[in-house]
Nanobody, 129 residues
Framework: QVQLVESGGGLVQPGASLRLSCAAE????????MGWFRQAPGKERDFVAH????????????YYADSVKGRFTISRDSAKNTILLQMDSLKPEDTAVYYC??????????????????WGQGTQVTVSS
């Protein structure tokens, strides 16, 4: 069993930055595939970013949704067993509840929510002037 705890959300103005954190308990992140998803009011839950550590490849492999590529960066803090999502140049359309997700080992499709086994409680990100 894995527990995920997100933090770092808040209300910011367009163009500002936020950094989200996802702390994993129960397994080390080196044994997990981890991702971020987001869900805006009245919308479906969308893929944001994914990271998978590999001892044979450093840095870790990462994937991003086209809508955030170049603005968001997913990374890991191994000492804290935590996944980070650095969000820069935030736009109003980034407003959503952001969820951390994890799967044991690899996933078939990093962008598919069905491939993840564990989910955090979500953290609200609001971008508004």
């Amino acid at each position: 069993q894995v527990q995920l705890v997100e933090s770092g959300g808040g209300l910011v103005q367009p163009g500002a930055s936020l950094r989200l954190s996802c702390a994993a308990e129960g397994r080390t992140i080196s044994s997990l595939s981890m991702g971020w998803f987001r869900q805006a009011p009245g919308k479906e839950r969308d893929f944001v970013a994914h990271i998978r550590y590999s001892a044979a490849l450093f840095p870790a492999r990462t994937y991003y949704a086209d809508s955030v590529k170049g603005r968001f960066t997913i990374s890991r803090d191994s000492a804290k067993n935590t996944i980070l999502l650095q969000m820069d140049s935030l736009k109003p359309e980034d407003t959503a509840v952001y969820y951390c997700a994890a799967a044991v080992g690899n996933v078939r499709a990093p962008m598919s929510s069905r491939d993840y086994d564990y989910w955090g409680q979500g953290t609200q990100v609001t971008v508004s002037s």
